[in-house]
């Protein structure tokens, strides 16, 4: 099975190169993926127009199904709306072929720190809870990226969600 995972697409105009994006849809659909994974800032600033450029980019991957959830970009400017309109529920559980993608939601609006939240502990554990091979797609980070500078990119709650997260592995 071939899954690819993209993140961070930005598509709007200061920052999306569309020779660039035109060339990483031709590579994806060369690898014809069964799975798509997203992990958010679909867009910059959560506009509609960035939303509707990010929908036609991603529609072009050709037979994949997709997990698309949100980065801190995507809920700015009431930008969570926007996401639901056009990719559905921020967090949700896909399941095809044996594999089970889990997409968490780790934003808050208008705020770039992430966050789970005890809220959502007991519905991924309940995703998690099967026999597939199991995958866990969120835009923050979980740990430190060594030599990036990213040390303040991770969850707020990171510590809680990697002890749930290999709790349930035991399980």
Request: proline share 5%; charged share 30%.
């Amino acid at each position: 099975m071939k899954i690819v995972q993209i993140s961070d697409i930005h598509a709007t105009e200061a920052h999306l190169l569309p020779d660039l994006a035109e060339n990483v849809i031709t590579r994806i659909n060369e690898l014809r993926p069964e799975i798509l994974v997203v992990t958010g800032d679909l867009t910059d600033n959560g506009y509609p127009i960035e939303y509707e450029r990010a929908k036609r980019y991603i529609d072009r991957i050709a037979g994949a199904r997709s997990v698309v959830v949100p980065g801190n970009h995507d809920v700015r400017n009431v930008g969570d709306v926007g996401f639901e309109e056009f990719f559905g529920p921020r967090s949700r559980k896909e399941r095809y072929n044996g594999v089970t993608i889990v997409g968490i939601d780790p934003t808050q609006p208008d705020i770039d720190d992430g966050h789970v939240g005890r809220e959502k502990y007991k519905w991924i554990e309940q995703c998690l809870d099967t026999k597939d091979f199991k995958i866990v797609a969120i835009h923050h980070h979980l740990i430190p990226v060594p030599k990036t500078g990213r040390e303040s990119s991770i969850l707020r709650d990171a510590g809680d969600l990697l002890e749930l997260l290999v709790r349930c592995k035991q399980g």
